[in-house]
């Protein structure tokens, strides 16, 4: 008895001083140089080359609804799809093999036909919003869409979180508090109250819906192909946002005045949500579709920058607190790499290959992880044999 108690000692010990030379080896190899590297700043770069996108669907939709009066959502969505369905879709059916848009129709249409509902009503619902709530309620409840993001991941694309990417993602919503602070003290809190429970709700489901096709997107790219989930969202969106601006929107869209400067702004806008949505893959790629989410993030501190020049907004410090906060989190989130576990097997046969290279949710972070793991397995070897040492040292 005593000799077992004697063993489970030894045995807490020895992991005791494991954890604990594991510590010390971290603190001793870390090397900024190591973290800050070029590919983590083009993800940096790329996410908020996205969110400068996302100002641009902002700002000429604002212009649309105060100068000019329109209000169209759909007709809107239906531009980017179009563009989408023309360049992708068109891509997908002078493809060969198992690429060819028949060939995926066959295997995997109906899952392409909710992934375009879900994009869809995720873009109307949040648009619809504007007419209910608050813009304050609106830039707060539209981060659901990261937690959601996260459960999803991890149930679906088995990602398994580190406590840094907690506390990462806590770091970026405190900056949205403060930018969501800066503009009440501004007096922007802008928006209707008509019905806030009703716009608040839809706010919450557009970010839930948006977290189902990001979880889709990121699957599809890092398992069969950028340009079949572009192709197949721009085909069902072309058809399904059709369908529902003709229901919704047909009053809206008779009611237009068009002019060179109506006709401008919706070719603007776009231009933006089609480059958003060609580029948006290629990121997700390299990092996750959290951390994209994370990175945009910052669209509305660029949309309030553009609004002090174009539309006459108030400028607070608090702006540039919270753009500061929220790219310290973001860049700390992309810094350290989230293992995933890999999915069902894909019907492609280059999915293997595209799976061994993307075990990791930020590629950018695993050459870091190794070399870091490598450290650490040759201090505690040499830890291990001072102790050895040391112990023979005393006996003799």
Known sequence: MAAKQSEEASRDSSGGKNERTRLIARIRMFNPKEIFTWQLAKTVAMGQGLAALICGTAITSQYLATDFHVNTPMLQSFLNYALLCVTYTTMLLF?????????????R????????????EANYAVV????????????LLDCFVIP????LSCWVLKTHYRPVHYVTVCICLFGVGAMVGADLLAGRDQGSTANILLGDGLVLVSASLYAVSNVGQEYTVKN??????????????????????????????????????????????????????????????????????????????????????????????LYLVSLVIILIGFITFNAVATPSGPPDPAPSSSSSVIWEEGCYDNPAAIHI????????VAVMMT???????GGRSTRM
């Open 224 to 317: 069969l192909s950028r340009e079949e989930f572009l192709g197949m969202i721009g085909l069902f969106g072309t058809i399904i946002s059709t369908i529902q601006m003709v229901i919704l929107e047909r009053s809206e869209f008779a009611a237009i005045q068009w002019n060179w400067q109506v006709s401008l702004l919706f070719c603007g806008y776009g231009l933006c949500m089609y480059s958003l949505y060609s580029c948006m893959p290629l990121v997700v790629k390299r990092s996750s579709a959290t951390s994209v989410n994370l990175s945009l993030l910052t669209a509305d501190l660029f949309s309030l920058f553009c609004g002090l020049f174009l539309f006459q907004y108030k400028f607070s410090g």
């Open 109 to 120: 249409w109906w899952k392409y036909i909710l992934l375009g509902l879900v994009d869809v």
């Open 128 to 139: 619809k919003a504007y007419q209910y709530t608050t813009l304050t309620s609106i830039q």
């Open 369 to 376: 992880h190794n070399d870091i793991t490598i450290k650490e």
């Open 383 to 389: 830890a291990e044999v001072d102790a050895v040492a």
């Open 95 to 107: 493809r060969t093999g198992d690429g060819n848009i028949l060939q995926i129709l066959k295997r």
């Open 148 to 151: 959601v993001l996260m459960v």
